[in-house]
């Protein structure tokens, strides 16, 4: 690719005026027709800097002003020509430097990259819910019958609010950390019994889990089946993603990267951005040396689309390669006898 790419500059006419446009095609004096999928970020880029900008479908021919542009191509295996042009009228002198400078600004970030995106499963379809949380809250349920008080060991969570009304959820204890708190003090140590918040990581929750046990011997829990895995296969790919990658962009509309991903950028070490919008992007963002990111979608409902807009533009900066990576778990059914169907919730949850 770095063996093709090609400078160039050239005049047209066109009406506007006062304004910068940047091409989506055009036609490279050395190549020909070329496509320029990255114009519209180049355009929000140029904005942002506070200049009148705009990507244009293609490079207008109509009679009027003459303009100058600036460019670049080069050849794509799969996109086949592929560059930038950005045009100001020729007797603008000041935005003609501007032109000039931009172009050669993102000419720089021109390389071959990668795209890391998590593949966190299957959705869960709206409306619906895991068939784990449909379990544990059965086991929940359970325990509150038997007039045990239930720790829920984790981030708080409304999973098991609606359950056995009022005086069910007075009976409920998010318990965040080891630390035993004076409210956890007081409880009877033989009527205590514990499951995990649908959000916890289950590693997390096992250090909380030793401090309890060791503190009410009698405590009860659901079966380790129940177990949520999938935070920690969440936590496990964001962290797989994050050590392979030279730099972490978190894609989140509300500006906030998830609880998960600060921890997996924290444990690696890992330089984070932050884009609200595809757009965002910037030109020293993409230093030669960036050439593997994570990208993180947040959880708006809209988020695939912006991924997919995002990976659209940076394959106008160079061969680009989109690649999926994700660590799952799977409860495998226990290979001893099987519990008889009619076995009762008491010897169960025991």
Excluded at 29 to 35: E, F, I, N, Q, S
Excluded at 85 to 109: I, K, L
Excluded at 126 to 141: D, H, Q, Y
Excluded at 291 to 312: E, K, M, S, Y
């Amino acid at each position: 690719m770095n063996r093709t790419k090609r400078q160039a500059a050239w005049n047209d006419t066109c009406a506007a005026d006062g304004e910068l446009l940047v091409a989506t095609s055009f036609d490279h004096p050395g190549y020909g027709p070329a496509v320029a999928p990255a114009a519209a970020l180049v355009a929000a880029a140029l904005r942002a800097e506070g200049h009148d900008a705009r990507a244009v479908p293609a490079v207008p021919a109509d009679h009027g002003t003459s303009r100058s542009w600036h460019g670049f191509a080069y050849l794509d295996p799969r996109l086949g020509t592929v560059g930038l042009a950005v045009g100001a009228r020729a007797d603008d002198p000041d935005r003609q430097r501007v032109a000039a400078r931009c172009t050669a600004d993102w000419e720089r970030t021109v390389a071959t990259r990668r795209i890391l995106l998590p593949g966190f499963g299957v959705p869960v379809p709206r409306g619906s819910e895991p068939a784990g949380l449909r379990r544990s809250r059965r086991t929940v349920r359970a325990f509150l019958r038997r007039g045990d008080a239930v720790l829920v060991i984790g981030p708080a969570t409304t999973a098991f609010d609606h359950l056995d009304g009022a005086e069910g959820r007075r009976r409920l204890y998010t318990v965040p950390g080891p630390a035993i708190s004076a409210e956890l003090e007081r409880l009877d140590p033989d009527r205590v019994s514990f499951v995990f918040s649908p959000e916890v990581v289950v590693e997390d929750a096992i250090r909380t889990l030793r401090v309890l046990r060791a503190r009410f011997p009698a405590l009860r829990g659901q079966h380790p089946d129940e177990w949520p895995y999938r935070p920690a296969d969440r936590l496990d790919t964001l962290v797989a993603l994050c050590s392979a990658a030279d730099e972490v962009w978190s894609l989140s509309p509300s500006g906030r990267p998830g609880r998960l991903l600060g921890t997996a950028v924290e444990r690696t070490a890992s330089r984070l951005r932050v884009l609200t919008d595809p757009t965002d992007v910037r030109p020293d963002w993409l230093a030669l040396d960036t050439r593997t990111i994570a990208l993180v979608p947040g959880p708006a409902a809209r988020t695939g689309q912006a991924v997919h807009r995002l990976t659209t533009l940076l394959g106008g900066l160079g061969p680009l390669s989109v690649v999926q990576r994700q660590m799952h778990s799977t409860v495998l059914p226990f290979a001893g006898a099987e519990a008889p169907a009619n076995v009762p919730d008491r010897v169960r949850n025991s």
